[in-house]
């Protein structure tokens, strides 16, 4: 199993960015699909999941309204909709899969690289 993010950069305050992470093989409709963040100097959180099979979805206080996460089957790409991005978002994000509904990483097996996100004030 492998995980690819991209799509990070460079955006001003109250900007957009759409993040993908494609996975590799099959993805089972059990499997639950997460978006961390780390800050310079601080432990990687979790930012939003989805299960594969149906479209539920949890996120973070921090993030709700702003931020949606959807994924396309026929892809097998997950995707993270950043809106009215703040300083406070900027962060290395990374998208992760396992089989538990959790928000704590260690729940999660398998683990993308990362892709940047910077939000300039």
């Known amino acids: 199993v492998q995980l690819q993010a991209s799509g990070g950069g460079v955006v001003q305050a109250g900007g957009s960015l759409r993040l993908s992470c494609a996975a590799s093989?099959?993805?089972?409709?059990?499997?639950?699909m997460s978006w961390f963040r780390q800050a310079p100097g601080k432990e990687r959180e979790f930012v939003a999941l989805?299960?594969?099979?149906?479209?539920?979805?949890y996120y973070t206080d921090s993030v709700k309204g702003r931020f949606t996460i959807s994924r396309s089957t026929a892809e097998n790409t997950m995707y993270l909709q950043m809106n009215d991005l703040t300083p406070e978002d900027t962060a290395v994000y990374y998208c992760?899969?396992?089989?538990?509904?959790?928000?704590?990483?260690?729940?999660?097996?398998?683990w993308g690289r990362g892709t940047q996100v910077t939000v300039s004030s």
């Open positions: 992760a899969r396992g089989t538990q509904w959790s928000t704590q990483r260690n729940e999660y097996a398998y």
């Open positions: 093989g099959r993805i089972y409709s059990s499997a639950v």
């Open positions: 989805i299960r594969w099979g149906d479209p539920r979805t």
